[in-house]
């Protein structure tokens, strides 16, 4: 993140999985920890009382005041870049540890597909329906580590602080909501670069699906694997 003052604009594109800390990471996650140096880093976890990655160990916040700190790090990415950044979450090799753990377990879940908002918390809240409404059995899993890490209080402490809307919806893997043109139009061609970049980079994207939204809502575009 230190060279973050030269960029205009931004693409945070993320890893959906489970994480032994946060109990998911995601967009929000990115914006905190993934954008933070070392030292950054263990500010974070330690909840603003620790500057020295060598003493991180025994400087761990408690769970819920973690994801606030979190929550407050990334609204500071999200302001920086105000209407010039948009996110991309891949929910693939879904597994219940993050990929810094160089023990991981295997993916528990099979791959869902390629989410995109310039709303970090629409996002993220979208990919969390999808585990939490898909018929995979090893969604367990994955709730599991969630909810156990209270990593949902990431959402409420991201909303806290401004960054997005709730979409307080249920998005089906297997269904096409209807949605209405007028509501997409603006959104749509603010990713619609992005899109078609992605869906030609992979060529297991077959269909783009799009999820139901009223008009105060922000949407997400999701490429179903």
């Known amino acids: 993140g230190k060279n973050t003052k030269k960029y ?26 993934g954008f933070a140096s070392s030292i950054g880093k263990t500010y974070i976890h330690s909840d603003g009382k620790n500057m ?19 929550a407050d ?3 500071t990415i999200v ?19 993050c990929d810094c753990d160089g023990r991981a377990k295997p993916p528990c879940m099979k791959d869902i ?9 629409a996002l993220d809240q979208a990919c969390l329906d999808l585990i939490y409404g898909s018929d995979q059995e090893g969604k367990e899993q994955l709730i599991n580590r969630i909810e156990s890490k209270i990593g949902l209080h990431i959402i409420d ?7 997005g ?17 007028s509501q997409m139009s603006g959104y ?12 030609s980079i992979y060529s297991s994207v077959v269909c783009l699906r799009l999820s139901r939204f009223t008009s105060c809502l922000m949407p997400c575009i999701v490429f179903a694997i």
């Open 52 to 70: 020295d990655p060598n003493k991180l160990m025994e400087n761990f916040c408690e769970d819920k005041i973690f994801k606030e700190c979190m």
């Open 73 to 75: 790090a990334a609204s």
């Open 157 to 163: 402490s991201a909303i806290h602080h401004g960054m």
């Open 165 to 181: 809307k709730n979409l307080q919806i249920s998005l089906s893997h297997n269904s096409m909501p209807s949605f209405s043109s």
């Open 8 to 33: 205009d604009s931004i693409l945070v594109l993320s890893h959906f999985k489970g994480h032994g800390l946060g109990g998911y990471g995601g967009a929000l996650k990115q914006l905190s920890i």
């Open 79 to 97: 302001k920086r870049y105000k209407g010039k950044i948009a996110f991309i979450n891949c929910m693939i090799n879904i597994s219940v540890d």
């Open 113 to 121: 597909g390629l989410l995109s908002s310039i709303d970090p918390v």
């Open 188 to 199: 749509l061609h603010r990713v619609s670069q992005i899109s078609l970049q992605i869906s």
